[in-house]
């Protein structure tokens, strides 16, 4: 039998949430070198103000651009620790979030709002230190009028994003991790981690750059010529 295409899917496959409070030490920019360099979100989607970090299962939200109908439904349906990813047609005029969305969500223990859109109330989403990762601020509202989609994967800054997908964000940028990726990816991300700790604990130390990361044999492989040095 033909199952209905639903607006809203409830039943979504999160992260244990112990996989989960093991990803909150480790850096986005880490995370997007261990999967080879993929899974970042293009920059213009960043925090609206430093400081801000998120780590968390997606709820993902297809709106159209200028309608926060569904988006408001969205924090209804999210749980939480959830972060709200959000298509929003990748305006960078229309707003989609602002302060009393952050209010809401963050009364619910909702972790964070990605989007690729625009956000106002920038100084009240700051007051509140609720996570909101979007293309900048701006003072044009929006309608609430159209339905839209929520737990169906969406596109949101050139990454596929699937409802459970683990979110990462700083102020280096969003990445997500599909679901069953995150446990295996887990030991060569602390793994990596350690390994520039230790580098750069060397280079505090005295050693050069290029001799700790082994560059400077690479350098003479490719006949660097330096003027002054036989």
Same mark, same amino acid.
């Given at each position: 039998?033909?199952?209905?295409?639903?607006?809203?899917?409830?039943?979504?496959?999160?992260?244990?949430?112990?996989?989960?409070?093991?990803?909150?030490?480790?850096?986005?920019?880490?995370?997007?070198?261990?999967?080879?360099?993929?899974?970042?979100?293009?920059?213009?989607?960043?925090?609206?103000?430093? =400081?801000?970090? *998120?780590? &968390?299962?997606?709820?993902? @939200?297809? $709106?159209?651009? #200028? !309608?926060?109908?569904?988006? +408001?439904?969205?924090?209804?349906?999210?749980?939480?620790?959830?972060?709200?990813?959000?298509?929003?047609?990748?305006?960078?005029?229309?707003?989609?979030?602002?302060?009393?969305?952050?209010?809401?969500?963050?009364?619910?223990?909702?972790?964070?709002?990605?989007?690729?859109?625009?956000?106002?109330?920038?100084?009240?989403?700051?007051?509140?230190?609720?996570?909101?990762?979007?293309?900048?601020?701006?003072?044009?509202?929006?309608?609430?009028?159209?339905?839209?989609?929520?737990?169906?994967?969406?596109?949101?800054?050139?990454?596929?994003?699937?409802? =459970?997908?683990? *979110?990462? &964000?700083?102020?280096?940028? @969003?990445? $997500?991790?599909? #679901? !069953?990726?995150?446990?295996? +990816?887990?030991?060569?991300?602390?793994?990596?981690?350690?390994?520039?700790?230790?580098?750069?604990?060397?280079?505090?130390?005295?050693?050069?750059?290029?001799?700790?990361?082994?560059?400077?044999?690479?350098?003479?492989?490719?006949?660097?010529?330096?003027?002054?040095?036989?």
């Amino acid at each position: 039998m033909h199952k209905p295409m639903y607006h809203v899917k409830k039943s979504i496959r999160r992260p244990a949430a112990k996989l989960v409070a093991a990803y909150r030490g480790i850096s986005p920019a880490t995370v997007y070198e261990v999967m080879g360099k993929r899974g970042a979100m293009n920059s213009t989607i960043r925090p609206i103000y430093s =400081g801000m970090r *998120v780590c &968390g299962p997606a709820v993902t @939200v297809r $709106a159209h651009i #200028g !309608d926060s109908l569904i988006i +408001l439904k969205s924090i209804t349906v999210a749980e939480p620790g959830d972060v709200i990813v959000a298509d929003v047609g990748d305006s960078s005029e229309a707003v989609c979030w602002g302060g009393t969305s952050s209010t809401a969500a963050k009364s619910r223990g909702i972790e964070g709002f990605v989007c690729n859109g625009m956000i106002r109330d920038g100084q009240q989403v700051k007051e509140l230190a609720f996570p909101v990762f979007a293309r900048g601020l701006s003072v044009k509202g929006t309608v609430k009028e159209t339905l839209g989609w929520i737990n169906h994967s969406i596109s949101v800054g050139g990454v596929t994003v699937t409802p =459970g997908d683990l *979110v990462l &964000g700083n102020d280096d940028g @969003v990445v $997500a991790i599909a #679901g !069953d990726l995150a446990e295996e +990816l887990l030991p060569a991300c602390l793994e990596f981690e350690e390994k520039t700790r230790k580098s750069e604990k060397r280079m505090s130390e005295g050693e050069s750059v290029l001799q700790v990361l082994g560059f400077d044999k690479l350098l003479r492989e490719k006949g660097l010529t330096e003027e002054g040095v036989d």
